[in-house]
Nanobody, 126 residues
Framework: QVQLVESGGGLVQAGGSLRLSCAASGRTLSTYAMGWFRQAPRKEREFVAVISGWGGARTYYADSVKGRVTISRDNAKNTVYLQMNSLKPDDTAVYYC??????????????????WGQGTQVTVSS
């Protein structure tokens, strides 16, 4: 059984940085695309970033975070990261990592992912 566990969320002032981690067990991540999503109160869960499988050479970001966020993976640690800089109050949300085992290249839809973590809260104060 695959388990994804996020960590690294917290309260930060606008302009600050956070690094989220997503540690996996039960499946080797290196083969699969991994994504980060977020969900703010009363909003739909939205795509943030994705990294391709097989070495993670390709990445794709939502326009809202492009230039401020970097997704990366450490296959030896079976972990994916989301480095977030220049945070804004609009970035406040629960952040989820997700695993797509279908082999999709850079999936961006929530329905394309098979496994989800429990989420980690990110709160950005103004």
């Amino acid at each position: 059984q695959v388990q994804l566990v996020e960590s690294g969320g917290g309260l930060v002032q606008a302009g600050g940085s956070l690094r989220l981690s997503c540690a996996a067990s039960g499946r080797t991540l290196s083969t699969y695309a991994m994504g980060w999503f977020r969900q703010a109160p009363r909003k739909e869960r939205e795509f943030v970033a994705v990294i391709s499988g097989w070495g993670g050479a390709r990445t794709y970001y939502a326009d809202s975070v492009k230039g401020r966020v970097t997704i990366s993976r450490d296959n030896a640690k079976n972990t994916v990261y989301l480095q977030m800089n220049s945070l804004k109050p609009d970035d406040t949300a629960v952040y989820y990592c997700a695993l797509d085992t279908s082999g999709s290249y850079l999936p961006r839809g929530t329905t394309e992912y098979d496994y989800w973590g429990q989420g980690t809260q990110v709160t950005v104060s103004s």
